[in-house]
């Protein structure tokens, strides 16, 4: 019994020894994994605290797409293994601040290279203008070795193919390198972020701004080298084809209708500035490398791709202004020759003084047409490098050509024809049959010069009618100066009409008269056409023949015996013999029917007056140049014949 109770004990003390191993071992376990798991806990900790501090570090480098993809994988990842911890709830509260210091980040990256861009603007359209000029000089020089080019202009595909193999990149060149990996950047993180259409128009708003900051008040167009005008439009160019750049290389950032908008505005408040300051400049030649810098512009724009029309259709305000300029200094030009010139002939008599005078005249035809080429080219020199309105040119030259000739030059000499003088109005005369054949010759450079745009045939100027009709008005006005001092002298002739016996000599106002007619054509008529001289002759023989046989017409006459008469015909015999001496049968015609009717005044027989075929068979002329019956009725009164 007691050999049973001491196992039993023994058996027992075995068992409590067993269980407190026991309990012992399953204690250590315990403890154990406590202290792998807190190790576990303590690892994830610090690689939580390592990734987020990562990201801080990424951040001050800039390596912003590195740190939110850490930020994402500490987010979605290791934190989900520290969930029981406080320190996981305050990282995970911090996250979205964090995202958005990232985005802060690359927005102010991307604002610092806004702002390197906009101030590069200038320099890249300085860049891209230099290249088209370059463009230029090769496409001229090719046009030059091979004349079928040259019926293509800057930015046509057979230019553009001619160029192709001069390649050029403007954003990257050994002057200038434009870098979009902060623009790229700021995108792959919006996009991260799922912020893409923030970035939109955010970007949108800044590059509005900077267009506005581009644009100045006002320009001046006054300086010679157009710095101001070309500082503008290089700004914009610049500004333009980084936005071409842009919504090529950002796919998605920038559409064309953003892209065209700015650009419509840039080009309507550059137009409205350059119209501001137009009423500054009053040089054509100025004017003339404003429109340059504005059509290296244009064609520059055009090889980017954007829409010039406007631009275009503004060169025509330019235009407008220039043909405005170029009258304006014509017209002061000729007002000037006209208030200092005397329209008097200017006497030479030595041949070296000719000399001079005819190599600053437009005396030869050659020198005329050369002076009047030089006119033309200076419109047509609007339609060097662009200008797509070449008829515009044509009908305005034209037109203004008419303006200026018929107002300005035809007009003032007509003005001139007021004067008493007559070597005044024969030197306007001269002037005008100079000017209507200088249009003549005008009518035909215009032809030649006028653009493949305008319709072919000829050119008819209403300047050369003007100067026609107006030459016919001189001639009148010659006519009348002439004849009235025939009558003048004519008026000073004091016949005796019942005289007793005869004069030896003929009147003293018959010498003077037939001296008068022969200086005048020796001198103040000498510089005329040989045409309109024989006409003026013949217009004051004419009118000296009447007003001579107006004299026994007179109402004072109330008799004349054979005395007065012979007298009379000594007088006509004087003229007759005068007009022998020119040479010319047909002005002779012209006292046909004064000398007849002296002839007739001497007949023996009074019937002859009345007798036709007696008339007739005496006087050979009388047929041609029939005395008039009334005359011959006035006078038979004065002889006592029958009526």
């Known amino acids: 019994m007691n050999d049973i109770h001491a196992i039993s004990q023994s058996t027992q003390i075995s068992t409590e020894n067993v269980a407190r191993e026991k309990k012992a071992s399953v204690e250590s376990r315990a403890i154990r994994q406590n202290i792998d798991e807190a190790n576990d806990a303590l690892r994830d900790g610090l690689a939580v605290l390592r990734l987020a501090n990562q990201v801080y570090d990424l951040l001050g480098r800039k390596s912003h797409y590195s740190a939110l993809r850490a930020l994402d994988e500490l987010q979605e990842v290791h934190l989900l293994k520290i969930t029981t911890f406080k320190i996981a709830d305050t990282i995970r509260k911090s996250i979205p601040d964090t995202k958005k210091l990232i985005a802060d980040a690359v927005m102010a990256d991307l604002n610092t290279w806004l702002f390197r861009i906009r101030e590069t603007s200038q320099f890249l359209g300085e860049v891209a203008f230099y290249h088209t000029e370059q463009r230029r000089a090769r496409h001229k020089d090719r ?44 995108m792959q993180i919006h996009d991260a972020l799922g912020q893409r259409e923030k970035l939109k128009v955010d970007y949108a708003s800044t590059r509005r701004q900077q267009k506005d900051l581009l644009m100045p008040p006002s320009i001046t167009l006054i300086d010679p080298e157009g710095s101001s005008l070309s500082e503008l439009l290089e700004g914009i160019a610049g500004f333009a084809i980084i936005e071409k750049a842009t919504m090529s290389k950002a796919h998605g950032l920038r559409s064309l209708v953003d892209v065209e908008e700015l650009w419509v505005s840039m080009c309507q408040t550059a137009m409205a500035l350059v119209s501001n300051a137009l009423s500054e400049v009053t040089n054509a030649e100025l004017l003339l490398k404003i429109k340059g810098i504005i059509a290296l512009f244009i064609q520059t724009m055009t090889s980017y791709g954007y829409q010039v029309q406007m631009l275009d259709t503004f060169l025509l305000t330019l235009f407008d202004k220039y043909a405005e300029l170029l009258k304006r200094r014509f017209s002061d030009d000729f007002q000037e020759i006209v208030s200092t010139d005397d329209y008097m002939p200017m006497p030479i008599h030595k041949s070296d003084e000719y000399d001079k005078v005819v190599n600053v005249s ?270 011959l009725t006035a006078l038979s009164s004065r002889f006592g014949m029958r009526s």
């Not at 293509?152 to 001069?166: G, P, R, W």
């Not at 054949?437 to 072919?456: D, I, M, P």
């Open 143 to 186: 046009a030059e070795k091979l004349l079928a080019l040259g019926n293509f202009k800057l930015n046509s595909a057979v230019e553009s193919v001619a160029d192709e193999n001069e390649e050029f990149d403007i954003l990257d060149n050994e002057d200038l390198q434009v870098d979009f990996t902060p623009l790229f950047e700021c």
């Open 362 to 631: 437009w005396y030869t035809p050659e020198k005329s047409r050369q002076e009047l080429r030089n006119f033309l080219n200076q419109f047509y020199f609007f339609s060097d490098d662009h200008f797509q309105h070449l008829k515009v040119i044509d009908d305005t030259l034209q037109s203004s050509l008419d303006e200026l000739l018929c107002e300005k030059v035809c007009q003032s000499l007509v003005d001139r024809l007021s004067t008493q003088y007559l070597g005044q109005i024969v030197q306007i005369l001269i002037n005008l049959e100079h000017f209507e054949t200088a249009c003549q010759e005008l009518e035909q450079l215009l032809v030649a010069a006028r653009s493949n745009a305008s319709a072919g045939g000829t050119v008819v100027l209403k300047a050369t009618e003007d100067f026609r009709n107006s030459k016919k008005t001189a001639e009148k006005r010659i006519f009348e100066l002439v004849n009235s001092k025939i009558d003048d002298l004519i008026g000073t002739a004091e016949y005796d009409w019942t005289a007793s016996t005869l004069e030896t000599e003929p009147s003293s106002y018959m010498q003077t008269l037939t001296r008068y007619l022969s200086n005048i054509m020796n001198t103040v008529l000498l510089g005329l056409p040989t045409e309109i001289k024989e006409l003026i002759y013949f217009d004051a023989l004419s009118h000296a023949a009447t007003m001579i046989l107006s004299l026994p017409l007179s109402p004072d006459v109330k008799c004349i015996n054979p005395n007065g008469v012979a007298n009379l015909s000594q007088d006509v015999e004087y003229l007759t013999e005068f007009v022998d001496t020119l040479k010319n049968p047909i002005l002779k015609e012209n006292l046909d029917e004064l000398r007849q009717t002296v002839a007739l005044m001497q007949a023996e027989n009074s019937d002859d007056f009345y007798d036709v075929a007696t008339r007739n068979k005496k006087l050979t002329h009388a047929v041609q140049v029939p005395v008039k019956p009334d005359k």
